[in-house]
């Protein structure tokens, strides 16, 4: 069974500051997506990160796969309290399977 | 992406009830749609997969005869939750991936949250 690891589970920081949200697993995926999930609505889908060491950049979120491809992470840098939301990885086995393997999120609170 | 929306937003029924929940593609034809549970301060737990024409696959741990699922058209999927019980209470997002790349994007519904009496 694939597993993806979120950490930190909860994060409370102050309007500017830098974070960052890690995905780790066992498991090597064929993709990693980040998904942000705002109270009483669906997820959104952010990005997606396909090849080994790959970098993207989206706006002032950087998010990096690992070289390995079974682990990720999320930086934010200079916060804004827009950004408190739940944030999820979620990962695309090998193998051609359709479902993704969700992570158990990371619940980002930005306070002004 | 695709634009997936779900109906109703919330409901409220008393136990023993039970409760349909619509899942619609409005730009795709969907082929396969996912519905998933997310009980408070939780991840989304895959419930099954839902097979345009066919019968849908359930995740270990889901009783299919208590989550129905009907996926009768290409832009429609339904979610029944027969005899209803408290602890059937959370929220109840749908998604598709029609719309995306290889890499199964999702592209979710703005949920149901179903409250149980």
């Known amino acids: 069974t694939q597993l993806l690891e979120q950490s930190p589970q909860f994060l409370s920081i102050q309007e500017g500051e830098n974070l960052t949200v890690y995905c780790n697993s066992s498991?090597?995926?064929?993709?990693l997506q980040w998904y942000r999930q705002e109270p009483g609505e669906g997820p959104v889908l952010l990005v997606t990160v396909v090849t080994g060491g790959e970098v993207k950049k989206l706006k002032r979120l950087t998010f990096q796969f690992g070289d390995a491809r079974k682990d990720s992470s999320l930086h934010i840098t200079a916060a804004q309290p827009g950004d408190t939301g739940l944030y999820l990885c979620?990962?695309?086995?090998?193998?051609?399977?359709?479902?993704?393997?969700f992570g158990k999120g990371t619940k980002l609170t930005v306070n002004p | 992406g695709a634009v997936v929306s779900q109906h109703p937003s919330w409901v409220i029924c008393k136990s023993g009830t039970s409760v349909k929940i619509e899942c619609r593609s409005l730009d795709f034809q969907a082929t396969t749609m996912f519905w998933y549970r997310q009980f408070p301060k939780q991840s989304l737990m895959l419930m099954a997969t839902?097979?345009?024409?066919?019968?849908?696959?359930?995740e270990q741990g889901v009783e299919k005869d208590k989550f129905l699922i009907n996926h009768a058209s290409l832009t429609l999927s339904t979610l029944t939750v027969t005899s209803a019980h408290p602890e059937d209470s959370s929220f109840y997002i749908c998604?598709?991936?029609?719309?995306?790349?290889?890499?199964?994007?999702?592209?979710f519904g703005p949920g149901t949250r179903l409250t149980v009496l």
């Open positions: 839902s097979n345009e024409g066919s019968k849908a696959t359930y």
């Open positions: 998604s598709e991936a029609s719309g995306a790349g290889i890499h199964n994007e999702q592209f």
């Open positions: 498991s090597v995926f064929s993709s």
């Open positions: 979620a990962g695309l086995g090998v193998g051609g399977s359709e479902k993704l393997v």
